[in-house]
């Protein structure tokens, strides 16, 4: 499986942003999808998680209310959407997918993308 995220940038704080991840997999809705971030000089976060229908959904404390999480699985896709941007949700943000449940484990994904950039502006 090959990820590819985009869709971050430089906002300003309250603004938002939705990042997408692209994903090639021939049976993408089997996978649970994830999205993580890593901030300069801290280790990996989970951000937000997707089951394989897009039923069941979980979130970090840190964003709840604020980010949801998405996909289209004819699309083989899943959407990141941010709101309210916080200079703390700077990072780079990386999606992941793993045959596992609703994981906010890292180790729980497999197939990892190269991420993307969000930087948030005071």
């Known amino acids: 499986v090959q990820l590819q995220a985009f869709g971050g940038g430089l906002v300003q704080a309250g603004d938002s942003l939705r990042l997408t991840c692209a994903a090639s997999?021939?049976?993408?809705?089997?996978?649970?999808m994830g999205w993580f971030r890593q901030a300069p000089g801290k280790e990996r976060e989970f951000v937000a998680a997707?089951?394989?229908?897009?039923?069941?959904?979980y979130l970090a404390n840190s964003v709840k209310g604020r980010f949801t999480i998405s996909r289209d699985n004819a699309k083989n896709t899943v959407y990141l959407q941010m709101n309210s941007l916080k200079p703390e949700d700077t990072a780079v943000y990386y999606c992941?997918?793993?045959?596992?449940?609703?994981?906010?484990?890292?180790?729980?994904?497999?197939?990892w993308g190269q991420g993307t950039e969000v930087t948030v502006s005071s």
């Open positions: 997707v089951n394989w229908s897009g039923g069941t959904t």
């Open positions: 992941a997918a793993g045959r596992t449940h609703l994981s906010g484990n890292p180790i729980s994904y497999n197939f």
């Open positions: 997999a021939r049976s993408f809705s089997i996978y649970a």
